[in-house]
C-alpha cells in the first residue's frame, strides 16, 4: 500500500513548503513577509492577550467571506444536479465555469490573507 505524503506547509499562508534536505532547521515559512506577518499577529496576539487559537475579524470581511461561501455552496448543488443525467460536453464545461467562477471570489479572500 502506498502513502500518500501531504507536503510541509507554510505556517502562516498554508501554501506548499519546497522539499528541503540537508542540515539545518525545517522550513516554516515561504517567504520572508510570511514570517514577518506571523512575528507581528504574534505581537498584536500578545497586546490582546489572546490565545494562539483565537482571532479577531472585522465583522465586514465575515460577512463578505460567508457570502462568497453561500454562493459557493450554491455553485455545488447546481452543477451536482447538472451532473445527474446525461451531460454533453459543452454542459459539463459550463457547470464547470460556473464552479470556478463560485470558487475563484474565496480562493482570493484567502490569498489575501497573507
Known sequence: ?????????????????????????????CRQACRQASYVAGQRRAELGLGETELIVARQALDELRDRIYVLEAAIEDVDRDLTGETSDRELREALDWLLVAARPVVEDLSSVT
Open 1 to 29: 500500500m502506498t502513502e500518500c505524503v501531504q507536503p510541509r506547509r507554510c505556517e502562516w499562508c498554508s501554501r506548499a513548503l519546497p522539499d528541503r534536505h540537508g542540515p539545518g532547521r525545517p522550513q516554516l515559512f
